[in-house]
């Protein structure tokens, strides 16, 4: 049975939306008169901080040139908050965004939810055969697209040439390597080789496939985190720490790797081209060719890492539809992915976009591009976005020390069969 509400519910809610939610109470969506679009589309970005919010804000202002008597409201939601704060919004009725940036996984639920409005024979959706497979694959539900790739990514080994060099180290192509190199690492420079985040379970997925194994398989309805190759993978990163080659935390990750790497304390962190801009920030990297970027470790069984990237998509109860697909089409048409791609390092989504030469050119594309087209897809479930919760939850407590391996696989396996009704 379909989840979420109703569709009499829906009706009511988006009946509600028109005078509540959405745009500004300003807005009047756009001109039927003249064809001129017109009103406030107001966009929930969920880029990072600092760094990426200020390039898309400024890409967003050049739509605004293109159709003056649209006002696009701006908004940075933080990403860890992004995804409740909208299914909060879109079920009340009340405060939910034009347009948001969706994470791959939320897709799926946003739209089994009726939260999002289809794309297909709309002006938000251009060339759709332009959009590479494994990008165009997350915005599709139910046989409908409910959002457009706005860019796509995967998960690298960052690592820090100067400590290298002096290390007199190569990099690691696998987990064995790892610890080896870490080790001198550490005897060398008195440094940590990796610092391992915590405090986020993406970051557990690179070992999880490493050693063969996955989340679920959506083909048979299985759970399968909790399989013998998942309790080895906990295994692994749990090694990794107690054995000094990685230091790691419980909360505050994403700050701690970032610092820590920037700074020259740690000689690798796993991270994706979406960290790029704010690394070259740090001391260590203010000649950015200090940074290296290589494929995460391979395991036992298998070297990969998982597909990730962005979404945009439109609210089923926005109050201005057409200046909102307008808008989803501006941003990512192929001109603004190569303006993204030269001032954040971010893949693009279309073909036609590497074409471009501030695409061609880019090195960090040319690594990225081959790790995403290798890299494994998640099962496109509504509940995807909700596996993470409760294998954060073991993930932490397993590097941290606080339960073992075995029985954070069984606890993560034992949620979600709980979470997926009727699955083995």
Known sequence: ??????????????????????????????????????GTVTWWDTSTAGSEDKVFKKIAEGFEKEHPKVDVKYVNVPFGEAQNKFKNAAQSGSGAPDVIRSEVAWTPEFADLGYLAPLDGTPALQKADDFLKQAAASTKYNGKTYAVPQVIDSMGIFYNKKIFKEAGVEVPTTVAELKTVSKKIKDKTGKTGLYLRGDDAYWFLSFLYGEGGDLVDASTKSVTVDNPEGVKAMKVVKDLVDSGAAKTDATDGWENMQSSFKDGKVAMMINGPWAVADTYAGKEFQDKANLGVAPVPAGSTAQGAPQGGHNLAVYAGSKNLEASYAFVDYMTSTKTQAQVTKELNLLPTRTSAYSEEAVVDNEIVSFFQPVVETAVERPWIPETGSLFAPLVTEYTKVLTGQTTPEKAAKATGDSYRKLLKGWK
Do not use: Q
Request: charge should be neutral; glycine fraction near 10%.
């Open 1 to 38: 049975m379909r989840r979420g509400i109703t569709a009499t519910a829906l009706v009511a809610a988006l009946a509600f939306a028109a005078t509540a939610c959405g745009s500004d109470d300003k807005s009047d969506g756009s001109s039927k008169s003249s064809g001129e679009l017109s």
